[in-house]
């Protein structure tokens, strides 16, 4: 059974970054590209970007360049966003999802709340 | 950007009715490989986002019957033919024709009457 489970809630300072993440399970972490989803409260989805943790290769939303950075730990099959210089414009909850071949969205995380506040 | 536009933002309905969300793309969502992509999900409650249906008219796997997705070009239409108390929440599509970036519509919340 594919499951992808996410770090808890996190609460941070403006201007500080945060590192969260999202552990794979029940198929092969290395073969398929991972993504990352913002939904802010009572609001649609946002495409951050994506990592393919078999060779690293990143692709992200313009809008979130400099904001974000993916990893992955193949050992672990873990997924990671750090958000960087955070602002009340970043709390959110993140999303992380699994692109099948089709290119459609098959398996999503629960989910990380992160709020940003002083 | 292709832009994702939903109609209605909010779907009142009864139990057993037929729902009907509409979504219009800014472009053709239809690939260079003849393939189209547009996905609809479906976020319950205070619960992630699930796939429903795939490539216009797919059914994910364990999704009933009553959910049918048509359209071609630039207009889609997701149909849920006797609504049941379990698909109450928020209807989302999303194209993955033209990436990146990946993009989704504003959403159609789905409730009862």
């Known amino acids: 059974e594919v499951q992808l489970q996410q770090s808890g809630t996190v609460l941070a300072r403006p201007g500080a970054s945060v590192k969260m993440s999202c552990k794979a399970s029940?198929?092969?972490?290395?073969?398929?590209?991972m993504h990352w989803v913002k939904q802010r409260p009572g609001q649609g989805l946002e495409w951050i970007g994506a990592?393919?943790?078999?060779?690293?290769?990143?692709s992200y939303n313009q809008k979130f360049k400099g904001k974000a950075k993916l990893t992955a730990v193949t050992s672990t099959s873990t997924a990671y966003m750090e958000l960087s210089s955070l602002t009340n414009e970043d709390s959110a909850v993140y999303y992380c999802?699994?692109?099948?071949?089709?290119?459609?969205?098959?398996?999503w995380g629960q989910g990380t709340t992160l709020t940003v506040s002083s | 950007d292709v832009v994702m536009t939903q109609t209605p933002l909010s779907l009142p309905v009864s139990l057993g009715d037929q729902a009907s969300i509409s979504c219009r793309s800014s472009?053709?969502?239809?690939?260079?490989?003849?393939?189209?992509?547009l996905h609809w999900y479906l976020q319950k409650p205070g619960q992630s986002p699930k796939l429903l249906i795939y490539?216009?008219?797919n059914r994910f796997s364990g999704v009933p019957d009553r959910f049918s997705g048509s359209g071609s070009g630039t207009d889609f239409t997701l149909k849920i033919s006797r609504v049941e108390a379990e698909d109450l929440g928020v209807y989302f599509c999303?194209?993955?024709?033209?990436?990146?970036?990946?993009?989704f519509g504003s959403g159609t919340k789905l409730e009862i009457k």
């Open positions: 999802t699994r692109k099948a071949g089709e290119d459609y969205f098959d398996y």
């Open positions: 029940g198929y092969t972490f290395t073969s398929y590209w």
């Open positions: 990592i393919y943790p078999g060779n690293s290769d990143t």
């Open positions: 472009q053709s969502l239809v690939h260079s490989n003849g393939n189209t992509y």
């Open positions: 490539k216009v008219s």
């Open positions: 999303s194209q993955s024709t033209h990436v990146p970036p990946f993009t």
